[in-house]
């Protein structure tokens, strides 16, 4: 046992050494696919024949899995099943299955055609042209052919998008952003009467004379942006910009009909077809036949069973009935602490999310009365209050709830996600960030003696205004009993912060939906681990969404609610960031722009208005070779169940660690 034991042992440290650390320091690495995928083709004219992705071999005995089983937690059920409406990974993770947009992504995060097979930029990212395949058809949830898909879903699209009317601000402020004309569009309907709204189409005279997009015919589509765009590329693999047809919209009907649509009457031209849908169930995705990429290799079915926390989904793969499933921090420690255990060398390290993870406040509290809190919201608007939680929170205890083993590789202190973009000298981004806050090796944010200072200035500067201990409510799914685990946790750490007669942190349990039961009415006192992954490679996707007074800020309106609070100085320090992200936005040199976003994130950091809390990295027991799976830090498309490599029997660690060898290699 001893021999197998230190056997393990060896790969785990193998892997710690090949494996990029999430939130690690070292050297500055640049950016080579080698361990680090592209984030974008910025400075380049975009290649039109990307390369093929090398799929890994392995030695594994199973056989390919036909029709995969997985999992989701019922506190991540799909809130809409109509793309163009959602910005929550909960939906689009399987909505990108359903729909076919103009590129894909490459399990190295390069750029391949899609329903564009070929497309440039002429003029340095001013003008972007798609030529598109002539083979793509819209099928119903039966697989009957409803339409051709043609350039012209595109005008459909995004005059939904900008349609204040129909789409409620959702996915448009990156179209607003970088579309001649769009911002334009955006707010002159937006203020017009609803009904009038609702009568306009892509067809109509202000959509085709105001905004920069023509289709000058059914396979050539042609974007023209405000300005210099070099990365108006990686927008094609979002939510944003993926096709929608007149006649889907014909049939549903626009805004709240179509925005509640059921997968009974949804259109789709990507590699599956939902046919069965069961809120708080199961899922049941079916293989497109009439999917245009005939030379892919897809399952046969997907089915994704809802499950009460991830210790269920655990034990449902152990009994063989699903094909992956994350490991708890309890199971882990058990397998892991056990040579005997049956699953001991089948534990898999994934690789890093795209996601960056932080903690949201709420400048807006409520009361369960619907009266105001407002002695969370004096609290919250204090600076120095809201600094002693982002330096006196000592995450340790909370990340090893996601990697034990490993816990250092989930720190995160910068609010966007690294790996997206590099200067031009090779410099990470994020780790630019790092160093303008003076944490140049991405670590090390707790403070607990500056964390005390903050504490009695907080204090002293809240006096007669607050009654201490501040009541923070975290609110989590009743019945869940990983995310009642994750609360103790976080009640200890928040509660080591000056003291529990400093913070008191309530746990508070809501039944099925938290935006609806909770967030909707203003409830939470913050959003903790919230993720956010770009939607495309440039820092404005992760910075615009904090800003004052834009519908197109999705915290800002969903989560934090900014613009409805009171405080002087914080709305005064709110808009000041907003005014430097504006400024960033409004640069063109990539160097110059990328430093003065990141002088925006170091404001925005050092004000706290969020605190960044993880990068995810976890533990799992797997069928699925990741090393085949889309991955980018940008776009909808990594959970696309396309060109997996599975096997009928688990990967082992060695497998595994020889996998992750062989791809960091090239092979």
């Not at 919250?380 to 090893?400: C, E, K, P, V």
Request: charged share 25%; aromatic share 12%; hydrophobic share 35%.
């Amino acid at each position: 046992m001893k021999k197998k034991g230190t056997r393990l042992l060896a790969l785990l440290l193998a892997a710690m050494m090949v494996l990029t650390a999430c939130g690690g320091g070292g050297e500055p690495k640049q950016p080579d696919t080698t361990d680090t995928p592209p984030a974008t083709t910025d400075g380049e004219t975009p290649s039109t024949t990307p390369e093929t992705p090398t799929t890994p071999v392995t030695d594994n005995k199973g056989e390919p899995i036909k029709d995969f089983v997985t999992y989701q937690t019922a506190t991540a059920e799909m809130e809409t099943l109509f793309t163009l409406y959602s910005e929550s990974a909960g939906d689009l993770d399987y909505l990108t299955n359903c729909i076919a947009g103009l590129l894909e992504i490459d399990n190295r995060g390069k750029f391949l055609p899609a329903i564009a097979k070929e497309w440039e930029t002429p003029d340095e990212g001013k003008t972007w042209t798609f030529h598109l395949r002539d083979d793509v058809v819209w099928v119903d949830v039966n697989g009957n052919e409803m339409a051709k898909c043609t350039s012209k879903d595109w005008l459909t699209s995004l005059e939904y998008v900008l349609n204040w009317h129909k789409n409620s601000g959702r996915n448009s402020s990156m179209p607003r952003m970088m579309i001649a004309g769009a911002e334009e569009y955006f707010k002159t309907v937006e203020a017009m009467d609803e009904a009038e709204a609702l009568e306009l189409n892509c067809d109509s005279d202000l959509f085709k004379n105001t905004v920069g997009i023509e289709a000058p015919d059914d396979y050539t589509l042609v974007y023209h942006c405000v300005s210099n765009m070099l990365y108006f590329d990686s927008l094609a693999v979002s939510a944003a910009l993926m096709p929608l047809n007149q006649g889907q919209l014909d049939a549903v009907g626009v805004g709240s009909e179509m925005n509640s649509i059921e997968n009974t009457d949804l259109w789709y031209n990507g590699p599956y077809i939902m046919t069965e849908y069961i809120q708080n169930n199961s899922k049941t995705f079916t293989r497109n036949e009439s999917y245009y990429d005939k030379d892919c290799t897809l399952f046969d079915t997907v089915t994704v069973l809802m499950v009460d926390d991830v210790l269920m989904g655990q034990q449902l793969f152990m009994n063989g009935e699903v094909d992956i499933a994350p490991l708890s921090e309890s199971n882990l420690r058990t397998i892991y602490g056990d040579p005997n255990n049956e699953w001991y060398e089948h534990l898999v390290e994934g690789r890093p999310s795209k996601y960056s993870y932080q903690a949201h406040f709420n400048f807006h509290k409520k009361l369960d009365d619907g009266s105001e809190d407002d002695n969370w919201n004096n609290a919250i608007a204090n600076t120095a209050f809201r600094q002693s939680i982002y330096y006196g929170m000592d995450l340790t205890n909370y990340w090893a709830r996601t990697n034990f083993i490993h816990p250092e590789k989930c720190e995160n202190v910068a609010y966007t996600m690294k790996g997206l973009l590099y200067f031009s000298d090779g410099t990470d981004y994020v780790e630019h960030v790092w160093e303008k806050i003076g944490l140049p090796d991405g670590r090390g944010r707790y403070d607990a003696t500056k964390a005390q200072q903050l504490v009695e200035q907080a204090k002293q500067e809240l006096e007669g205004k607050v009654t201490f201990p501040v009541q923070l409510d975290h609110w989590i799914a009743a019945s869940n009993q990983n995310s009642l685990d994750q609360a103790v946790v976080l009640k200890e750490i928040i509660e080591a912060i000056g003291g529990p007669e400093y913070i008191t942190l309530n746990i508070r349990t809501y039944a099925t939906s938290l935006k609806k039961e909770v967030t909707d009415f203003r409830l939470h006192c913050w959003s903790f681990g919230n993720g956010w992954g770009a939607d495309y490679a440039d820092p404005e996707n992760f910075l615009f969404q904090e800003l004052y007074d834009d519908a197109g800020a999705l915290y800002s309106m969903n989560t934090s609610f900014i613009n409805e609070a009171t405080d002087p100085q914080l709305i005064e320090d709110y808009k000041t960031y907003t005014a430097m992200v504006r400024e960033a936005a409004g640069i063109y040199d990539k160097d110059e722009r990328y430093e003065k976003f990141a002088e925006a994130e170091a404001f925005m950091l050092d004000k706290a208005f969020v605190v960044p809390v993880l990068y995810q990295v976890n533990w799992r027991l797997t069928k699925v070779n990741a090393y085949t799976q889309k991955y980018a830090m940008f776009g909808m498309q990594n959970n696309m169940w396309k060109n997996w490599e599975t096997s009928t029997e688990p990967y082992t660690t060695e497998q595994y660690t020889q996998l992750e060898a062989a791809f960091n290699a090239g092979n």
